[in-house]
C-alpha cells in the first residue's frame, strides 16, 4: 500500500512539474470594467410647423460608464467603439480612482441623421489601453 501511494505521490509531482504554477494560459482582464455603453437617439425637426410629424432622428452622445477594479489610480484610457462595423477609439483623461464609478457622454457618435423608422445602432466598446499614475501600462494586446 505504501509502494502505491509513493508511486501516485512522485507521479504527481512529476505531472506538476510540467504545468508550473507560474504559467498563465490567459491574459489578465482589463482592470477597467464597463458598465454601460449606449447612444440615445431623438426625434428630428417636423416636417411642417403645423404638423407634429418627424421623419429623421439623430444620435446623441456616446456614453460610457465604468469602474477602475484594480488597485491603481489610472490616468488615461484609451476605448474601442464598434458601431455597424465602423471603428473608432475614444480616451478619457482624468484620475480614475479604484472603485470609484465614472460616467462620461462623448460627442464624437452625436448628429447623425437617420430616417425615423432605421434601427437605432448601439455600439459595443471595449478597452484597448490604460495608462497608471505611477507610469505603468495595459494594453488589450499585451501577450
Given at each position: ?25 490567459a491574459k489578465p482582464a482589463s482592470p477597467i470594467q ?110
Amino acid at each position: 500500500m505504501r509502494r502505491f501511494l509513493f508511486t501516485a505521490i512522485a507521479a504527481a509531482a512529476g505531472f506538476a512539474a510540467l504545468f508550473p504554477a507560474s504559467i498563465s494560459l490567459a491574459k489578465p482582464a482589463s482592470p477597467i470594467q464597463i458598465d454601460y455603453c449606449h447612444i440615445d437617439y431623438t426625434r428630428g425637426p417636423n416636417v411642417a410647423p403645423s404638423a407634429n410629424i418627424s421623419l429623421t432622428k439623430s444620435s446623441g452622445p456616446l456614453e460610457i460608464k465604468f469602474v477602475n477594479e484594480g488597485d491603481k489610480v489610472a490616468t488615461t484610457v484609451r476605448f474601442g467603439v464598434n458601431i455597424e462595423d465602423e471603428m473608432a477609439s475614444i480616451r478619457d483623461v482624468g484620475s480614475f480612482s479604484p472603485g470609484v464609478t465614472i460616467h462620461h457622454k462623448f460627442q464624437d457618435f452625436s448628429g447623425r441623421t437617420k430616417f425615423i423608422f432605421a434601427h437605432e445602432p448601439q455600439p459595443k466598446c471595449t478597452v484597448q489601453y490604460i495608462k497608471f499614475a505611477d507610469g505603468t501600462t495595459w494594453s488589450a494586446g499585451e501577450e
